[in-house]
């Protein structure tokens, strides 16, 4: 059982930045799939970001261009960078994993791992 735990959250002013993490209690080399998801109040849960092993990585169309997803094997952790961030992008942000590839668009029901999220407030 892989434990995640994100860290980087906080509160940044509108055109900000910040990066999060995402540290795995164990090796990520057989994490074929991580993701970011957020859930901002009264929303459901949205995918943002994900790679799969071999470098691939896809965006949803509201942060593409602004937001990076990477990953570091030698640390066990995967990250996002989020440029430019915009008010409506408060949320509470979720890395999850598993071991299945999965390109392009991930849904949540396809992730083994989560982790217990960590809060980003963008003021305007």
């Known amino acids: 059982q892989v434990q995640l735990v994100e860290s980087g959250g906080g509160l940044v002013q509108a055109g900000g930045s910040l990066r999060l993490s995402c540290a795995a209690s164990?090796?990520?080399?057989?994490?074929?799939?991580g993701a970011w998801y957020r859930q901002a109040p009264g929303n459901q849960r949205e995918w943002v970001a994900s790679?799969?092993?071999?470098?691939?990585?896809a965006y949803a169309d509201s942060v593409t261009g602004r937001f990076a997803i990477s990953r570091d094997n030698t640390k066990n952790t995967f990250y996002l960078q989020m440029n430019s961030l915009k008010p409506e992008e408060t949320a509470v942000y979720y890395c999850?994993?598993?071991?299945?590839?999965?390109?392009?668009?991930?849904?949540?029901?396809?992730?083994?791992?989560w982790g217990k999220g960590t809060l980003v407030t963008v003021s305007s």
């Open positions: 999850a994993a598993t071991h299945e590839y999965c390109s392009g668009y991930v849904n949540s029901a396809d992730m083994s791992y």
């Open positions: 164990e090796s990520i080399f057989s994490i074929n799939t």
């Open positions: 790679f799969v092993s071999g470098g691939a990585t």
